[in-house]
Structures are given as C-alpha cells and as structure tokens.
T-cell receptor, first 115, second 114 residues
C-alpha cells in the first residue's frame, strides 16, 4: 500500500535538545511538506520541498531545519532555537505541476512534547 | 494574500441531524477549494474538492458547492453519524513563489452525540 509514514508517533524531548522527526513516502511524489498544528488552529507551513536537494521556508521556519537527499524522505529537525516546540507535526506530499489543484496526502503525525 | 474563515466550533449535533459547516474565503484568481477531515489522533484526509465555480464536491454523504458569488464553500450532510465526529478543515490553493500552496482555515470540531 502506498502512503506516508511518520515516526515516532509520540516524542518527548528535554529543553535544549535537538530532535529529528522522520517522514517517508512511497507514493513517488516529488513535493513534500511539513506543517505544525496547535490546538484550535489551522495548519501552519514550516518547510516544503518541490524536488530532491531543494527546499523552501514556509511561514514559521525559524527554529527548524530540513533536508531532502532522497525523493522518499523529508526529515524535520526541531532545534533548541525553537522557543515553543510542543505541537503536533504533520508531513504531507503531493504531485507538483497540478497547477491550481494541489491535493496533498498526509501522514499520521508526530506529537512532540518538550519536558 | 488568500485566506479562509471557518465557523468556530465545537459544533455539537445529535445523530441523524443535518450538518452545515460554513467556510468563506478571500482570494485573487480562481483557487481550488478543499475540505479535509482529521479524526482524533490522526493525520488529515481529503474529504472532497472543487476546482471551479459551481462545481459540487461530494464524498461519504458530504457535499460542498463552490460559490464564487458568495465566496463560500459550505460543507453539508443530510444525516450525521457518531463516526463523523472529527475536525473539519477548509482550504484553498494560493500561488506562492511559483508554487501552489494550501491555505488553511482554523478547523471546526464536530461532535455527534448518539
């Protein structure tokens, strides 16, 4: 079955530590995205990548970093510079070049809690 | 830039009630419109979509019509079930840096009581 996997489902981190969230897809999609979701709010875009070895900052990139070395993988690192990292993180992918129709497919999410 | 406004939740209904979740938008051009659903503890799933004015998207008994004259894309279902309890997000596309991104509403939590 094709899909997007995120691991781990729950992650705990001590203040001051960096942590990396995994996102893997076997849908053969070129574009991948990272969103942050806070209670009662919509999704906010952290980073996105349209193609391997290229990525762009979204609306709230400060304190985060990404890499895109393989088409299937788009890991997100939450650094100690992120002041309020406790949130639900969602990874998504899509087929670029759809023009105005950008349907995105989502993973199950990772809930990060900073202790 | 484009924006999406959804009705605030939670919306609480009894089983078999009629559902409407309002979504209005501001946009330049002609965006595509989407409704996504998020069940507790999960990621989002596309529920339905519409790509041009007067299009009606439908899936699993849910419907929404792309109304350009009122800039709305309200979600409706004739008879809700307990299993419809979830958070519903309205979204539209926006062109940013030569790429189309999704702009999201804040989400509306739906609670269906038996």
């Amino acid at each position: 079955d094709g899909g997007i996997t995120q691991s781990p489902k729950y992650l705990f981190r001590k203040e001051g530590q960096n942590v990396t969230l995994s996102c893997e897809q076997n849908l053969n999609h070129d574009a991948m995205y990272w969103y942050r979701q806070d209670p009662g709010q919509g999704l906010r875009l952290i980073y996105y990548s349209q193609i391997v070895n290229d990525f762009q900052k979204g609306d709230i990139a400060e304190g985060y970093s990404v890499s895109r070395e393989k088409k299937e993988s788009f890991p997100l690192t939450v650094t100690s510079a992120q002041k309020n990292p406790t949130a639900f993180y969602l990874c998504a992918s899509s087929i670029p070049g759809q023009g105005n129709y950008n349907e995105q497919f989502f993973g199950p999410g990772t809930r990060l809690t900073v202790l | 830039g484009n924006s999406v406004t959804q009705m605030e939740g939670p919306v609480t209904l009894s089983e078999e009630a009629f559902l409407t979740i309002n979504c209005t938008y501001t946009a330049t051009g002609y965006p595509s419109l989407f409704w996504y659903v998020q069940y507790p503890g999960e990621g989002l799933q596309l529920l339905l979509k519409a790509t041009k004015a007067d299009d009606k998207g439908s899936n699993k008994g849910f419907e929404a019509t792309y109304r350009k004259e009122t800039t709305s894309f309200h979600l409706e279902k004739g008879s809700v079930q307990v299993s419809d309890s979830a958070v519903y997000f309205c979204a539209l596309t926006e062109l940013m840096d030569s790429n189309y991104q999704l702009i999201w509403g804040a989400g509306t939590k739906l609670i269906i009581k038996p």
